[in-house]
């Protein structure tokens, strides 16, 4: 790429980014939704939602779930990971990727699970009934949501310790275990402050996402009206009647005041995350350490964790999905059934969503990693002011939670005269999704371009190939493997998305995710738990071609 | 003729000074070596002349065109100037067949196809490895990839063929073998080379001409030989060879020579430097020229034998004079002092 081509890339992305995020500013500060003819600057909405009591039940209930999720999390997966990279613990090798499944299921299909599981009228709670008699836990509660909140965020963490913990030779401990330390004391003294950053970086990450919690709230927390910022924010929608768009904007910039600063604290922690990557020794052959007969408790531990966060929602989810009716004294084998699925293909929006989804993850998603490579192409190995511009952009977008992305884009589109026919399409949701996993999926794909040295390129120039060549025979075609598995992940995270397609679902916009939203509002819990299941075998199916590809590319 | 001009060349990253004026001609057909330290600026200017980097002062010509001129704002970018470099690295490109490695240069120049094959093919003859072509990268020796990224430079007939570390990544013994296969084949393409290397060894075995470079200077050019035998400074004598180092105070001076002492005995030397009467001054000299002799003389020292060394061809032995050390190579020695004569042509004071 020449110079006039990445800056009017790095431009255009300022625009993308900076446009949704400058509306909702703008419209906070009005006294009317932004299109109507007559308008005027007010402070008005401000006062209304800093006088309003439930603006701060829903931030302070962020913050204690927030915190406590974090507290739950952090030592679950920072102790999960060390026993699965570091110990002989039994059958590691088949627990490892279903670990990650939480990641992979969308929150809002994982509570529909607890609700039909673990709910007042679910399976194990009629089951735990009749066999003992009563019941020793209550679903709605807050202190229920921070728990499966924590619990269900223990895959973030266990990825960040874990990747570290690879990536530390072996030699290190070896080293400790030489000058005389024991396998705990090493793990104390030596491994667990080498990944302490990487640790706190995760700790930092959950708590951010802690404050963007949308789904479980949505379904865990409404029965007993337990608000967060984000169904604050869903809920505000209907609240004086009319759309107040006004007041969401305040709430957005709320939302985003208090993500910024998370969001520039990961980064700042990420670096420091790095700081032993290079330090690191031969990380060649890692030996376990045998950690005796603490391997059964510690593999129970994993089992029970793996039962409660993966096993009973889900296997719930997909048996609601197949029965006609359930209950105390009612044998489940009697009344399978495949209505629910029948019933899925009579509504037209509901195939139509299903479709829908399907293409956004599949040519959706291959396109967004195409504009992430254009981006990343853009700012590769050119140091300048304009590629600092462009760090600090990529941070705006991950600020905003999915509700807040897909709200502030149906505002641009409502806004922008030349977009507005383009609402109703699924483009709309497309640039929602592009712009969300804008971080994400620039990370994944520069994760790619430095695993190319910089002769290589060099070399291409030398023999005479403009920038322009470079890029497309040797910097694209080097990349290709990695290319393709960035469009896996993000065909995958594309597909479980819930939140960010809720205000652009429109006939013609219909995603899984977002129509799972608004059914659940309806209380139409048959067509939910088919579609829930349907998504989960849409998203088993990625991951499989994920496993696949990683296999062969192994191989 | 001067095939490649650098003249009063300056490069800084921020604030520090990489290159502090350089300026060499490098004529048609000679292999000139950069020899320096780490940090001394010899692979940035390599990079330099690739068009890699970008100087903030001087002007680099090839031929008769100028290719970077800081004063005229102009700078040819690396595509356009036409050269082949072979890097540290190799940097062969994974994807790509080493045919194909080869061949992209003279794609890049729309070579018809016939004329492609036959010219790829005769390259790889010249380097040796005319029946590799369909292999990848990954499936070669290091000696094989270097062969391989060598015809990738040779292949479009530059004007100049630039070498980051040639044989870095070669073990010892190939190493060798490469140092006189590499001269050989530059040699008989009559190709202008320059290359880069910190091994002096490997630049007297290889170069014509080398310049030695220092902090961003040039601190000699010329013949291995020149270098070897009348180095300029105490840096470019330490640098070129193993040397017994002698920290005194100029005794006298008569006919361009000096007097210095080596614990209480006094040493003629070769006037270097210019040092005057007391001033601080470092005799220098090659260990291959510390004769051990059987009596004392003009410019000998008694020594005591501290330890003997065996490596293989000769012997390297330690002397203790005073709190001075000195090393000599030699037959097998019996323990307790001997003479050693050091002569004064070869003795620099610096």
Not at chain 1, 60 to 74: C, D, F, P, R
Not at chain 2, 184 to 201: E, P, S
């Amino acid at each position: 790429m020449n110079r006039a081509t990445r800056i009017a890339v790095i431009v255009a992305m300022a625009i993308a980014v900076l446009a949704p995020i400058g509306l909702v500013v703008y419209q906070s500060f009005l006294d009317g939704p932004f299109f109507q003819p007559k308008i005027s600057f007010t402070l008005s909405a401000y006062e209304f939602v800093l006088d309003d009591e439930d603006f701060f039940d829903a931030l302070y209930n962020s913050a204690i779930i927030a915190l406590g999720m974090t507290a739950i999390a952090v030592p679950v997966g920072a102790l999960l990971a060390f026993l699965m990279t570091r110990t002989d613990l039994p059958g590691r090798r088949w627990i490892e990727p279903v670990i990650l499944v939480p990641m992979f299921v969308s929150s809002v299909v994982l509570a529909f699970g607890f609700v039909v599981s673990l709910g007042p009228a679910g399976f194990v709670t009629l089951w735990f009934k009749s066999t003992f008699g009563f019941v020793p836990w209550y679903l709605y509660s807050k202190w229920t949501l921070i728990v499966i909140a924590g619990l269900t965020h223990v895959p973030h963490v266990f990825l960040y310790t874990s990747s570290a913990l690879r990536s530390l030779g072996s030699d290190v401990e070896e080293a400790a275990r030489m000058t005389g330390a024991g396998p705990l004391r090493t793990a104390l003294t030596v491994s667990l402050p080498m990944v302490m950053p990487n640790i706190l970086y995760a700790a930092v990450l959950v708590f951010f996402l802690g404050f963007e919690l949308f789904g479980l709230p949505l379904v865990l927390g409404d029965p007993e009206g337990i608000l967060v910022l984000a169904t604050y924010l869903y809920k505000l929608t209907n609240k004086l009647g009319t759309p107040s768009y006004q007041l969401m904007a305040v709430v957005v910039v709320a939302i985003i005041c208090i993500a910024l600063p998370l969001v520039a604290l990961q980064r700042f922690l990420l670096r420091a995350a790095n700081r032993y990557v290079s330090v690191k020794g031969k990380a060649a052959a890692q030996k376990p350490v045998s950690i005796g007969v603490w391997r059964w408790p510690a593999a129970a531990m994993i089992t029970a964790w793996l039962l409660f966060t993966v096993v009973v929602p889900l296997s719930g989810l997909v048996l609601r999905a197949f029965v006609s009716s359930w209950g105390e004294g009612v044998n489940l084998f009697d009344v399978l059934t495949l209505a629910h699925f029948r019933e899925l293909m009579e509504f037209p929006n509901l195939t139509r969503g299903i479709v829908n989804t399907l293409l956004i993850a599949s040519v959706g998603g291959a396109l967004s990693v195409g504009v992430y490579t254009m981006l990343n192409l853009a700012a590769h190995r050119w140091p300048s002011g304009w590629t600092r511009l462009m760090d600090y952009l990529v941070l705006l977008p991950r600020a905003m939670p999915g509700l807040v992305a897909g709200l502030a884009i149906f505002w641009v589109f409502l806004f922008t005269p030349f977009l507005a026919p383009l609402r109703q399409t699924m483009i709309a949701i497309w640039v929602a999704y592009t712009l969300v996993w804008l971080a994400y999926g620039m990370r994944l794909v520069s994760g790619a371009l430095l695993q190319i040295g910089p002769e290589l390129e060099e070399a291409g120039r030398i023999v005479g190939a403009s920038p322009g060549r470079v890029s497309r025979d040797l910097t694209i075609p080097l990349i290709k493997v990695g290319l393709f598995s960035s469009w896996l992940l993000i065909f995958v995270t594309f597909m479980r998305e819930y939140s960010t397609g809720v205000y652009l679902l429109a006939p013609g916009t219909e995603v899984i995710g977002s129509l799972l939203v608004s059914l659940w509002g309806t209380g139409a819990v048959d067509l939910v738990t088919a579609l829930s299941t349907v998504n989960i075998a849409m998203i088993g199916g990625g991951l499989l071609l994920m496993s696949l590809f990683g296999k062969r590319s192994h191989g | 003729m001067a095939k490649l001009i650098i003249d009063d060349l300056h490069l800084s990253y921020g604030s520090t000074d990489i290159l502090k004026g350089i300026t060499a001609t490098f004529a048609q057909g000679e292999i000139v070596a950069l020899l320096g330290r780490s940090g001394s600026g010899k692979t940035t200017l390599l990079r330099s002349i690739a068009g890699l980097e970008e100087p903030k002062k001087g002007v680099i010509s090839i031929g008769d065109q100028p290719v970077f001129d800081a004063a005229a704002g102009l700078n040819v970018p690396s595509e356009k100037r036409g050269l082949g470099l072979v890097f540290q690295s190799y940097a062969l490109w994974p994807h790509k067949t080493v045919f194909e490695n080869v061949a992209y240069g003279l794609r890049l120049r729309n070579v018809p196809k016939a004329e492609l094959q036959q010219r790829v093919a005769a390259v790889l003859e010249g380097v040796g490895l005319g029946h590799l072509g369909e292999r990848y990268p990954h499936q070669m020796s290091g000696g094989q990839q270097q062969r391989v990224a060598l015809a990738r430079a040779l292949v479009y007939n530059p004007p100049v063929i630039l070498l980051d570390e040639p044989l870095s990544n070669l073990d010892a013994k190939l190493r060798e073998e490469a140092r006189i296969w590499i001269r050989t084949l530059i040699k008989r393409m009559n190709l202008t080379a320059v290359f880069v290397t910190h091994d002096q060894v490997e630049a007297m075995a290889i170069a014509d001409r080398i310049v030695l470079l220092d902090g961003g200077r040039i601190v000699q050019a010329g013949t291995p030989e020149q270098l070897y035998t009348e180095p300029v400074s105490l840096f470019a004598s330490e640098f070129m060879g193993v040397n017994n180092l002698m920290k005194s105070r100029v005794q006298d001076k008569r006919g361009g020579y000096a007097r210095i002492e080596l614990s209480g005995h006094p040493l003629w030397g070769k006037d270097r430097a210019g040092k005057g009467v007391s001033e601080e001054a470092t005799g220098v000299i090659r260990l291959e020229q510390v004769e051990v002799v059987d009596g004392e003389g003009e410019n000998r020292v008694p020594a005591e034998l501290e330890t003997s060394v065996y490596l293989g061809s000769h012997w390297e032995h330690v002397f203790r004079c005073g709190d001075q050390t000195l090393r000599a190579f030699g037959r097998p020695l019996s323990a307790g002092t001997h003479w050693l004569h050091l002569p004064p042509e070869q003795l620099w004071v610096f």
